[in-house]
């Protein structure tokens, strides 16, 4: 087996205190794809040339709810995810005491699918919607089966997803949470994500701990930080280090 995988395997024996910031790359074992693979969104129905950041902003969401819609639940929700080896691996992390939380960029809830309890998602989620007016509550299911722009059954606002669209902000309790969870760890574990989307990104710069570990298919910014650096797939080291533990 793989040295990195067996020094990994060591790190998480001797810690108690493990908390795990994730990316989109946690997730594309689970079928879901990076959506800014998308280009040109739009520029022919719209005339004017789209990037996927744009599609998925706030600005986009006021100027075009229709489109915004189209474009949000063809490529940010995925109903058949399952969690993949990396959820789970941490998942039993957890229920082991010692992995104290997930903080996640992803949106698609399946670290809570695997089993995991204590999640700050960054970026909010998918499963959770509210009426812009009267903030009545609704399921992913619901954003689904709509036509066009889902409308509020109660007050006929907008309902959107509970996400964080480019041009807002992060949710200020859950950052609050994050920072003082990578604050207090032992060990942080950077796992799929390349950490240039910010502020999210940031919040690594708040570990005082012994043990920073980055797995990432490719460098990162945090590599030349790293205790240990894995580039590789990230659902097969923690499958592998988890077993060897």
Do not use: W
């Amino acid at each position: 087996m793989n040295n990195k995988i067996q020094e990994l395997a060591r790190i998480l024996r001797e810690s108690d205190n493990i908390v795990f910031f994730g990316g989109a790359g946690v997730s594309t074992a689970s079928n879901i794809p990076d959506f800014r693979s998308s280009d040109g969104l739009y520029s022919k129905k719209l005339n004017k040339h789209f990037t996927p950041e744009q599609a998925v902003s706030h600005s986009f969401l006021i100027q075009y709810p229709e489109e915004f819609f189209d474009f949000y639940k063809e490529n940010l929700i995925y109903e058949d995810a399952k969690p993949n080896d990396c959820h789970i691996a941490l998942a039993k992390l957890e229920e082991m005491g010692k992995l104290k939380a997930v903080v996640t960029q992803n949106i698609d809830g399946l670290h809570q699918m695997a089993g995991s309890k204590t999640v700050y998602e960054l970026h909010g989620t998918v499963h959770k919607n509210y009426c812009t007016k009267c903030n009545t509550r609704y399921h992913v299911d619901y954003i689904l089966a709509a036509k066009g722009i889902p409308i509020c059954e109660k007050c006929g606002g907008m309902v959107r997803p509970e996400v964080v669209l480019y041009e807002e902000g992060l949710n200020d309790q859950v950052v609050a949470g994050a920072v003082a969870a990578i604050g207090q760890a032992d060990t942080l574990i950077i796992g799929g994500t390349s950490l240039i989307v910010y502020p999210a990104a940031g919040l690594i710069n708040y570990f005082q701990g012994k043990n920073l570990v980055q797995i990432n298919k490719t460098k990162t910014v945090a590599d030349n930080r790293a205790d240990l650096c894995i580039n590789d797939d990230i659902a097969m080291v923690m499958r592998e280090a988890l077993s060897v533990m």
